[in-house]
């Protein structure tokens, strides 16, 4: 694997970044620098991290990195569900948003187990 651009896992936390800004889009004008802003940073964070962590020469740093985006997708999601549940997003136009992020999820958590595996057997 020659790049981080080959990874699905990262293609598909590129599409839940995408996601989250056409949601934010959809989010009142007093929140762009609230619950908005913190929720872009959040998603955003998920690939960026996933990327910086395959650019790196390690099995170790990148399981670290892949760790952060984990908890960033965690952020993610939280911030998610409160602008849903404060009724600043309709439930149904971020479902397919947290679709996208539990995918991400399962993704990261089986990179992570297989890095984890391949370093204890080194």
């Known amino acids: ?6 990874l699905l896992v990262w293609r598909k936390a ?3 970044a995408e996601g989250a800004y056409a949601l934010g889009k959809l989010m009142p004008k007093a929140e762009q620098f609230r619950l908005t802003a913190q929720l ?3 998603a955003v964070s998920v690939p960026a991290n996933i990327a910086e962590g395959r650019a790196r020469t390690g099995r170790r740093e990148f399981l670290h990195f892949l760790s952060i985006a984990s908890g960033s997708l965690a952020e ?3 911030l998610l ?4 549940r404060s009724g600043l ?3 149904e136009r971020a479902l ?3 679709r996208t992020a539990e995918e991400v999820g399962r993704m990261l958590t089986a990179l992570k187990q297989n890095l984890s595996r391949k370093a204890s057997a080194a």
């Open 1 to 6: 694997m020659a790049s981080y651009r080959d």
């Open 14 to 16: 590129m599409d839940l």
């Open 40 to 42: 872009l940073r959040a």
């Open 76 to 78: 993610t999601e939280t």
């Open 81 to 84: 569900m409160l602008a849903v």
């Open 89 to 91: 997003l309709e439930r």
């Open 96 to 98: 397919p948003v947290f």
